[in-house]
């Protein structure tokens, strides 16, 4: 099945500083998500994006399909950005979702 | 919108008991998925379900069985509990199988 590796695995930062989370995956993919982990446990999906590049406020996320990678950048961090990030890709072969092990990220002031 | 809910938020078995996680959505959400997550291994798929009436296995499946009746419910069931089912289950939801998910809270759960 598909492989998915973040890196780094874990991240500490200083509140204002920027930062690139990585995903590398094994195989053609149909989609890619990015999704955020509060440090409450709660999941919320910050970017779909099969291709291409896509920006939320001080977020954005490049997927470069045909070389099998996707970047997260988060620029100008604060504290609630802490929490744990993951990528997730779909398997053509069989239509399910497949997490990358995440990466931590904390930010203090 | 209430979006994806789950019951209850924490739970404790002994071994052998049996219970049902509850998930639902009103999103009108084809695709449903139930997910664990432990410790340094990111979330893994369990069983899923990309319609009423249609369940289907996912990395993980031994020990849980899932039903779809409606679209919106969707719900996790532990015939005999085992302390190897400790972990934190998530249930998601997108319109289609390969659109944006959606997670609810989370439920913990630990058996003894």
């Known amino acids: 099945g598909i492989q998915v590796e973040q890196s780094p695995p874990d991240l500490i930062l200083q509140e204002g500083a920027n930062s690139t989370l990585r995903c590398n995956f094994s195989d053609s993919v149909n989609n890619l998500q990015w999704f955020h982990q509060n440090p409450w446990g709660q999941l919320i999906n910050l970017f779909y994006?099969?291709?291409g590049t896509k920006q939320n406020g001080r977020l954005s996320a490049t997927t470069v399909a045909t070389e099998r990678y996707s970047l997260l950048y988060i620029s100008s961090s604060q504290t609630t950005d802490s929490g744990v990030y993951f990528c997730?890709?779909?398997?053509?072969?069989?239509?399910?979702?497949?997490f990358g092990t995440g990466t931590r990220l904390q930010v203090f002031p | 919108n209430a979006g994806v809910t789950q019951t209850p938020k924490f739970q404790v078995l002994k071994t052998g008991q049996s219970m049902t996680l509850q998930c639902a959505q009103d999103?009108?959400?084809?695709?449903m998925s139930w997910y664990r997550q432990d410790p340094g291994m990111g979330l893994r798929l369990i069983h899923y379900s990309v319609g009423a009436g249609i369940t289907d296995q996912g990395e993980v499946p031994n020990g849980y069985n899932v039903s779809r009746s409606t679209t919106e419910d969707f719900p996790l069931r532990l015939l005999s509990a085992a302390p190897s089912q400790t972990s934190v289950y998530f249930c998601?939801?997108?319109?289609?199988?390969?659109?944006?998910?959606?997670f609810g809270p989370g439920t913990r759960l630990t058996v003894l």
């Open positions: 994006i099969p291709s």
């Open positions: 998601a939801s997108s319109l289609l199988a390969d659109n944006e998910q959606f």
């Open positions: 999103m009108n959400h084809e695709y």
């Open positions: 997730a890709v779909e398997d053509p072969n069989t239509d399910k979702l497949i």
